[in-house]
Structure formats: C-alpha cells, structure tokens
C-alpha cells in the first residue's frame, strides 16, 4: 500500500503511522473473511470476533511503538492511559462486524488522531473495495486506489428529493430505535433513495467521495466517526449534532451531508 505525504513533517509521521497500521489490518481481515471461529455477543449486543480482536492488537502495538505518549481509544480495548494530555487515537478495527461475520462485503477499518479535541488525521480503508481513504486537516481528503491519489469531494445535489442518502439504526431497541424508523420513513418519503449498510465509516467516506449525498445516526462511538467526518470536512460538507451544532466524534448523534441539502436533512431528522 503507497504511503501518502503532506507537507508537514509532524503530521506526516501520524499518517504514515496509520498507514502501517492500517496494512497489517487488511491481512487480518482478508484472513478471516468468511472462516470466523470464534463470534460473540457483547452487551449492547454488537457481535466481536478475533478478526476485531486480532486487528485491534495489530493497531494498538503499532501507534504504542511509534507513539508510546498518546492515549488509545479503541472499540474493543477500551481506553488505554499515556502521558499525553491532549491527544488520543480513536481506532475502530473492523467496522461492520456483522456484516463481516455473515461475509456481506461491507466493512472496513477506522484510525483518527485527535489532538486538542480536533481530529488532525484520518484513515478509512476497506479490502473489499480495494479503497483507502485518508485525511489530512488543512490538507484536503484523498482517495488512494489502484496506486494513484484522488482528491475527494462531495457531491453538488441541491435538492433532498435528487439526493442518495444513509443511516444505520442502534443494535439495542427501545425509545431511540423508535424515533429512527420514525426519521427514516421519513427520508424514504422524501428523498430519492435510503441506504442501510452497516457500516458509518464507509458510509460517511461515500458521502466525502461524492458517492451519498448526506447521512444521519444516533448512538454513534468516537471510533465510528473520527476518522470519515474529517474526510467530509476536508471534502467541502458539512456536519452537525442533534443539536445543530458543530459535529465532534464524542457527540451522540451525527447528520452530515454535502452542505446543499443540509438544512433539508435537519429539517426532517430535528434534534433526534
């Protein structure tokens, strides 16, 4: 896998840090892909198996080694302490466990860096599609693929009714499962198509890529988001919280899309 650079020393070693990182992953998930052991239930009832445990401890060594000060958030160790203050990496190993563990070919792995509450490096890759897409604040987003480097950016849909949008629903039920159905048919009444996949981080590369039009999600982690909402950023949308406010990986819920039919979007979704 090619190594991209931006013309900033510091930040290049992040990225290239996730980069490696990212490449001994993609041979934990090739690996296992449809000869899954060992899957089990956690307690909000997301599955994990050992290709999320195995590439968790790929990443984990690897950002440790290189960057032994800055703290881990991942999601299945947990938050892991260094001395740094103000900097941690969110790692999501493989997300789109289900899907992964009924072989539908829609998942992938998620590596951010934040520093001061801002995520400064992104990098979403996925094996099946043969695509990584990485980030670089102030640097743009990009797509690597086939060896060559493609700026991302979003669409220029205007209209919710032209628009391609996706969601995803929480695993445990309850009021907020509730209130999404509610939300989504909504967007299946007013916008051209809905998606469901699986998997936010791809999902929110597509939007960055030009490839959906906006999407929105309660009960998201750090892990899920880190990484894809500063391709979005870097690729000219715009993302919110339920609140209308200015999106962070830490906030409940996300609704970003190409920044056209964003109030459309907020209309619909409220301050779910």
Not at 62 to 84: A, V, Y
Not at 146 to 151: C, E, L, S
Request: net charge positive; glycine share 8%.
């Amino acid at each position: 896998m090619k190594k991209p650079s931006v013309n900033d020393k510091k930040l290049n070693s992040f990225l290239h840090a996730a980069f490696e990182a990212t490449k001994g992953v993609r041979k934990v998930h090739g690996h296992y892909f449809k000869k899954l052991m060992h899957v089990q239930n956690k307690r909000d009832l997301s599955l994990v198996s050992e290709a999320d445990q195995k590439s968790e401890m790929i990443i984990r060594k690897i950002l440790r080694k290189k960057f032994p000060d800055i703290n881990i958030l991942g999601e299945e160790g947990g938050f892991e302490r260094h001395s740094s203050k103000n900097a941690r990496w969110l790692i999501d190993p493989l997300d789109g466990t289900t899907n992964y563990v009924h072989g539908y070919p829609f998942f992938c792995s998620s590596i951010a860096l934040e520093i001061n509450g801002v995520v400064q490096v992104g990098v979403v890759d996925s094996i099946i599609f043969k695509k990584t897409y990485w980030a670089v604040r102030d640097h743009g987003a990009y797509l690597l693929e086939r060896n060559q480097n493609k700026k991302l950016s979003v669409s220029k849909i205007k209209k919710l009714k032209d628009a391609l949008v996706a969601t995803g629903f929480l695993t445990y039920g309850g009021p907020e499962i509730r209130s999404q159905i509610s939300i989504f048919k909504k967007f299946v009444e007013s916008a051209r198509g809905v998606r469901r996949s699986g998997s936010a981080a791809l999902e929110l590369c597509f939007l960055a890529e030009g490839l959906l039009d906006g999407f929105w999600e309660a009960g998201l982690k750090p892990w899920d988001t880190g990484a894809a909402s500063l391709m979005i950023h870097e690729a000219g949308g715009h993302i919110t919280n339920r609140k209308g406010q200015e999106f962070h990986p830490d906030d409940f819920a996300i609704l970003a899309s190409n920044g056209k039919i964003h109030k459309e979007l907020s209309n619909l979704v409220g301050r779910y």
